[in-house]
Protein backbone atom coordinates (compact mmCIF):
# COMPACT_ATOMS: atom_id res chain seq x y z
CA UNK A 1 0.00 0.00 0.00
CA UNK A 2 1.47 3.17 -1.52
CA UNK A 3 2.10 6.34 1.70
CA UNK A 4 -1.03 7.93 -0.30
CA UNK A 5 -3.37 5.09 0.35
CA UNK A 6 -2.41 4.46 3.80
CA UNK A 7 -2.49 8.52 4.62
CA UNK A 8 -6.37 8.12 3.33
CA UNK A 9 -7.22 5.41 4.89
CA UNK A 10 -6.25 7.17 8.58
CA UNK A 11 -8.91 10.37 7.17
CA UNK A 12 -11.85 7.48 6.77
CA UNK A 13 -10.93 5.63 10.09
CA UNK A 14 -11.09 9.67 11.48
CA UNK A 15 -14.21 10.41 10.02
CA UNK A 16 -15.74 6.50 10.87
CA UNK A 17 -14.94 7.26 14.16
CA UNK A 18 -16.58 10.75 14.33
CA UNK A 19 -19.79 9.13 12.52
CA UNK A 20 -19.71 6.27 14.90
CA UNK A 21 -19.36 9.22 17.96
CA UNK A 22 -15.93 7.04 19.15
CA UNK A 23 -13.87 9.66 20.78
CA UNK A 24 -11.59 6.93 21.56
CA UNK A 25 -11.21 5.89 17.85
CA UNK A 26 -10.74 9.51 17.19
CA UNK A 27 -8.39 10.15 19.51
CA UNK A 28 -5.70 7.10 18.67
CA UNK A 29 -5.14 8.86 15.18
CA UNK A 30 -3.55 11.95 16.85
CA UNK A 31 0.20 12.94 17.78
CA UNK A 32 0.92 13.59 21.34
CA UNK A 33 2.35 17.12 19.88
CA UNK A 34 -1.04 17.52 17.87
CA UNK A 35 -2.03 21.43 17.30
CA UNK A 36 -5.67 22.08 16.24
CA UNK A 37 -6.67 25.78 14.92
CA UNK A 38 -10.70 25.59 14.95
CA UNK A 39 -12.36 28.37 13.57
CA UNK A 40 -13.41 31.20 15.97
CA UNK A 41 -11.54 29.48 18.68
CA UNK A 42 -7.77 29.38 20.67
CA UNK A 43 -4.99 27.04 19.31
CA UNK A 44 -5.61 23.37 20.96
CA UNK A 45 -2.04 22.38 21.59
CA UNK A 46 -0.73 19.09 22.56
CA UNK A 47 -3.01 15.48 22.84
CA UNK A 48 -4.09 16.86 26.94
CA UNK A 49 -5.79 19.64 25.78
CA UNK A 50 -7.20 18.09 22.52
CA UNK A 51 -8.72 15.54 24.96
CA UNK A 52 -10.22 17.62 27.29
CA UNK A 53 -11.71 19.89 24.18
CA UNK A 54 -13.25 16.48 22.73
CA UNK A 55 -14.36 14.80 25.29
CA UNK A 56 -17.07 17.10 26.14
CA UNK A 57 -18.09 17.62 22.35
CA UNK A 58 -18.62 14.11 22.19
CA UNK A 59 -20.77 13.76 24.79
CA UNK A 60 -22.89 17.22 23.70
CA UNK A 61 -23.24 15.91 20.30
CA UNK A 62 -23.48 12.52 17.57
CA UNK A 63 -22.24 13.72 13.99
CA UNK A 64 -22.83 13.30 10.20
CA UNK A 65 -19.66 13.56 8.55
CA UNK A 66 -18.94 13.09 4.57
CA UNK A 67 -15.16 13.97 3.68
CA UNK A 68 -13.62 14.45 0.00
CA UNK A 69 -10.26 14.79 0.36
CA UNK A 70 -9.19 16.59 -3.05
CA UNK A 71 -4.99 16.59 -2.53
CA UNK A 72 -2.75 14.11 -0.71
CA UNK A 73 0.80 14.68 -0.88
CA UNK A 74 3.70 12.73 1.08
CA UNK A 75 7.17 14.32 1.97
CA UNK A 76 9.53 12.43 3.81
CA UNK A 77 8.14 11.62 7.58
CA UNK A 78 5.30 14.58 6.60
CA UNK A 79 1.79 14.40 4.55
CA UNK A 80 -0.76 16.56 4.18
CA UNK A 81 -4.58 16.68 2.84
CA UNK A 82 -6.50 19.31 1.82
CA UNK A 83 -10.07 18.91 1.28
CA UNK A 84 -13.44 19.32 2.77
CA UNK A 85 -16.08 18.34 5.83
CA UNK A 86 -19.63 18.68 5.31
CA UNK A 87 -22.23 17.65 7.63
CA UNK A 88 -23.94 17.99 10.72
CA UNK A 89 -23.57 18.28 14.75
CA UNK A 90 -26.55 16.40 16.12
CA UNK A 91 -27.09 18.09 19.79
CA UNK A 92 -28.05 14.59 22.06
CA UNK A 93 -30.61 16.92 23.71
CA UNK A 94 -32.72 16.40 20.48
CA UNK A 95 -32.29 20.12 19.40
CA UNK A 96 -31.91 21.67 15.79
CA UNK A 97 -28.85 19.62 14.04
CA UNK A 98 -26.05 22.57 13.23
CA UNK A 99 -24.94 21.82 9.43
CA UNK A 100 -21.37 22.43 8.92
CA UNK A 101 -19.55 23.14 5.45
CA UNK A 102 -15.56 23.09 6.32
CA UNK A 103 -12.52 23.51 4.53
CA UNK A 104 -9.69 21.52 5.88
CA UNK A 105 -6.10 21.32 5.97
CA UNK A 106 -4.48 17.88 7.99
CA UNK A 107 -0.83 17.10 8.34
CA UNK A 108 0.35 13.94 9.40
CA UNK A 109 3.45 12.77 10.90
CA UNK A 110 4.82 9.52 10.59
CA UNK A 111 5.47 7.58 13.79
CA UNK A 112 8.63 5.80 14.58
CA UNK A 113 6.11 2.60 14.45
CA UNK A 114 5.72 3.48 10.37
CA UNK A 115 2.06 4.58 11.46
CA UNK A 116 0.81 7.81 10.63
CA UNK A 117 -0.80 10.34 13.20
CA UNK A 118 -2.42 13.54 12.92
CA UNK A 119 0.09 16.53 13.45
CA UNK A 120 -1.63 19.65 12.71
CA UNK A 121 -4.92 20.58 11.64
CA UNK A 122 -6.60 23.60 10.43
CA UNK A 123 -10.54 24.40 9.64
CA UNK A 124 -12.56 26.98 8.56
CA UNK A 125 -15.95 27.41 7.15
CA UNK A 126 -16.55 27.15 3.51
CA UNK A 127 -20.14 29.36 4.10
CA UNK A 128 -20.25 32.78 3.57
Not at 10 to 37: G, M, R, T
Not at 53 to 74: A, C, G, H, M, Q
Request: aromatic residues 14%; glycine residues 6%.
Amino acid sequence: MDKNEVISNVSKAIVKAWNECDYKAFIKHVDQDVIVLPQGANSIVGIDALKSFYSDFFKTFTFEVNETLDEITVFGNYAYTVGTWVGSMNPVNGSIPIPFNNAAIGIYKQQPDGSWLVYRNIYNSNEE
